[in-house]
């Protein structure tokens, strides 16, 4: 059948939760596929050999309009059976029918005859798979123990004897990952903290030669302060995020040209221990945080994607073959760590974002998007940062905020 005849003969369509069926009129039809895959590498094959596994959920980002007269009341019932936490039918002229979750939906009022609609849908099967990811925390906290396990034992293997130019980056680094996390430690008692990690992370440097384990003590505890810290994840993120990028400039792209080759190898060795602890600390970050929205959720996925998929390209443009144990624990830890964010988002509330077809006030939407109380209402007001003239009256066209399961 032509695209043609897709479009003449079948119907967008969406059964949401409720059992309703809607069909809105729609532009776009994009897909986003992923596949989960684990690299092998051995180090007398050049290249890298690609295992693909099965497809993960599909991800569709939509927009639809609702048009004519009846247009707004169509929209705001079509919006009204998206509160419901069941999953969707999803059928496209273009795309098989696929069952959905949406993570964020946009209803724009502003256009008087027209409502749009914007947002992402993720597919998802109906039963969890395997079954401990409905404990997200307790399955990421065992890969991580057994993660550090293997980098911390690898590492002694093979860093033998540290050399003083070694001894003088591990110092940069501990300095910098310092700054680092007094920008999101903020509270005096954390800043007490950090000051301890980081004076015994450098007193392990200075000793790295004659004690290899207080090293390695000294360093993954500094690198996992931000797990303790309740500040909000995407700081967090931005934080770890810097600090892993940082690891680089450090050991990889050293500015000073007159170094020598077997104090790179060895920076190449300190920078597989640093760079796949952070990451591994950096899953537990991701599992152990609360998250306002499953948007936030899918945010930290796309970051903790993007900062695993360079820290390998490093290894990759650098010919740094990575120990094969270390390679195989990363990769598990960073799929079960998105895995169950994945899981996480699916059972996190949904933002849902209104533009304003007219006039109102913060009693009238907290009632219709919460319910009656004070709790409530005082959760609406700090959710849409109301202030001023807001309290008595809200003007048609601006973009409000709630949350639905």
């Not at 169509?74 to 993570?103: C, G, M, N």
């Not at 094969?324 to 998105?338: C, G, W």
């Not at 996480?344 to 509330?349: G, L």
Request: proline content about 3%.
């Amino acid at each position: 059948m032509s695209w043609k005849d897709k479009v003449e003969n079948i119907e967008l369509s969406i059964t949401t939760g409720d059992g309703k069926v809607w069909k809105p009129l729609w532009r776009k039809a994009n897909k986003d596929v992923e596949y989960n895959t684990k690299g092998f590498e051995a180090i007398d094959i050049e290249g890298t050999y690609v295992n693909r596994k099965k497809k993960k959920g599909d991800k569709y980002p939509i927009t639809l309009y609702f048009t004519g007269e009846d247009c707004v009341d169509d929209a705001k019932l079509f919006e009204i059976s998206a509160r419901d936490a069941r999953p969707w039918i999803y059928k496209h002229p273009y795309l098989d029918a696929v069952t959905v979750q949406p993570v964020k939906l946009r209803f724009d009022y502003s256009q008087h005859n027209v409502v749009v609609i914007t947002g992402t849908l993720l597919e998802t099967i109906t039963r969890k798979y395997p079954q401990e990811i409905s404990q997200p925390k307790n399955t990421v906290e065992v890969k991580s123990i057994e993660a550090t396990a293997t980098l911390s034992e690898v590492f002694t293997e093979e860093i033998t004897t540290p050399l003083p130019g070694n001894i003088e980056l591990n110092q940069t680094f501990v300095d910098r990952f310092n700054n680092i996390w007094e920008s999101v430690a903020q509270a005096q008692a954390n800043l007490a903290i950090l000051k301890e990690l980081a004076t015994t992370a450098s007193s392990a440097v200075q000793n790295v030669i004659s004690d290899v384990t207080s090293f390695i003590d000294g360093i993954i505890n500094l690198i996992n302060f931000p797990i303790i810290l309740v500040q909000d994840i995407e700081f967090k993120i931005s934080a770890m995020v810097e600090s892993i990028q940082l690891l680089e400039t450090i050991f990889i792209n050293v500015a000073d040209t007159t170094i020598s080759a077997d104090v790179q190898t060895k920076n190449n060795i300190f920078y597989e221990f640093l760079a796949s602890k952070s990451m591994v600390a950096m899953g537990d970050m991701l599992i152990s945080s609360e998250y306002n929205d499953s948007d936030q959720v899918l945010r930290a996925i796309d970051s903790y994607k993007d900062i695993s998929d360079e820290v390998l390209l490093n290894f990759e443009d650098n010919d740094y073959n990575q120990n094969p144990q270390i390679a195989l624990d990363l990769d598990i830890m960073v799929n079960v760590t998105i895995a169950n964010l994945y899981d996480i988002a699916f059972n996190t509330r949904n933002i849902r974002l209104v533009i304003l077809p007219k006039d109102t006030n913060i009693i009238i939407l907290a009632h219709k998007y919460y319910g009656a109380g004070d709790a409530d209402l005082d959760e609406f007001i700090l959710q849409n940062n109301i202030t001023g003239g807001e309290y008595l009256q809200i003007k048609s066209g601006r973009e409000i905020k709630y949350y639905s399961k």
